[in-house]
């Protein structure tokens, strides 16, 4: 089975890039990548590429190469649902907020709804892909509505789920660790997995392509995100350690990061990880595991969240510890606002969590992050609920100038790793701030050794005071 035509529902941080990617090495299938959003679809299409919604190094190469040629954005979702041979799913899949399962398990209501229209508009057979990551057995729920509100058309369900790292989201879809893709063991389901294996392979060599069977691809997705956020979680509990007893928590990582057993990547200490998978996947992971009744393996996995819950909280709690025991009235700059570097990406991101601690204290916040909007930095506060928006702008003001943001101020914390922090003119920035001047390095980035000789206070993670 040849697929020519492709649509893709959700244009968010995984289908834009991703289906971006299968356009450009795909030149012979029609991608069209759809979504309710329309400002958001407007963004797509906009000829001004530093426009595109999602920022990621390289996507703006790959959409002005692909789009109008074969890669298409649009709001017209039932006409590209009729038109594909085979259709992804990639719309958000987020913690629930309310009823049962509420702060835990997946909120599904979006895959329903592609579910049913996909149902409703097919009039011919298709390949109906999951992208977005979900709990294990939702392939069988998608079916399930496929078959039974269906025009009669055989649905054939993949779950294809995206590795992809924001900030290095172009590179990993280029020459990716591995391709996973789970399908039925019917003969059906044979062909339907083929027909995925062959758009991959236009680029990806075939011993990096894995077939399962549906559950193992989907619980992979999420043990995979759990033991990368374990990873994190593991390094930051000894980033505690490590203040209190005097080692350096970079040393420590590279000492054992060289046990092959163990490996380098992913040891580094922060003040938190962040974005829309770890937290998500890992709650997720924590319900199933309790619906089956499994406490141990619960708890287990829990503990995950709260170890990043207090590395969070410790970081704010040392700040207002250093200077003085209070914060209030005190100008604090933050250096970055996206959950890691090179996105413009927000969720679930330290800073938020950081900022709402130090504005209960009643600090003055400056925010400058290279690439994150101001509204999305208010919207993030103003979700919490923990004050009103007015005393949120009152407090927090956001400055699109680093020297802007730090002059004045008594600290400045960095809360992404962003490499242009390091250029900075740090004399200059110490010069025009409050003394004593301290920094808060909570991504460990900057050199101390450096900055303490201009006459900064430091901190920084995993290794203390300076
Ligand atoms: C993650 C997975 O890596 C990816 O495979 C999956 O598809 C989606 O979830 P992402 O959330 O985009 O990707 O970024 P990732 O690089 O994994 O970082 C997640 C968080 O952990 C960030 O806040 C990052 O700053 C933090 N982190 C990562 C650390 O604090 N230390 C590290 O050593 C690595
Ligand atoms: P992710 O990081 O998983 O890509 P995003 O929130 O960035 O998540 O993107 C998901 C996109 O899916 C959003 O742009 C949202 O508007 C879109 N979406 C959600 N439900 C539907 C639907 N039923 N039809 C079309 N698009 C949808």
Partial sequence: MKIKNICCIGAGYVGGPTMAVVAQKCPHIKVTIVDINESRIAAWNDEDLSKLPVFEPGLDEVVKEARGRNLFFSTDVDKAI??????FISVNTPTKTYGKGKGM???LKYIELCARQIAKISKSNKIVVEKSTLPVRTASA???ILEHTGNGVQFQILSN???LAEGTAIEDLLSPDRVLIGGDNTIEGQKAIQALVDIYANWVPKERILTTNLWSSELSKLTANAFLAQRVS???AMSELCEKSGADINEVAKAIGMDGRIGSKFLKASVGFGGSCFQKDILNLVYIAKTYGLKE???YWEQVILMNEH???RFSDNIVNTLYNTVSGKKITFFGWAFKKDTNDTRESAAIQVADNLLSEQANILVYDPKVIEERIYADLDYLNSRTSEENRDLLKIKTNPYEASKNSHAIAILTEWDEFKTYDWVKIYNHMNKPA???DGRGILDMEELKKIGFVCYKIGSGSK
């Fill in 105 to 107: 398990a997946a909120d």
């Fill in 438 to 440: 301290f920094i808060f």
């Fill in 297 to 299: 393996v619960a708890d």
């Fill in 311 to 313: 590395q969070k909280k």
């Fill in 161 to 163: 789920p995206e590795f």
């Fill in 142 to 144: 998608i079916k399930n």
């Fill in 234 to 236: 593991s390094i930051n």
């Fill in 82 to 87: 009729d038109e594909a041979d085979m259709i």
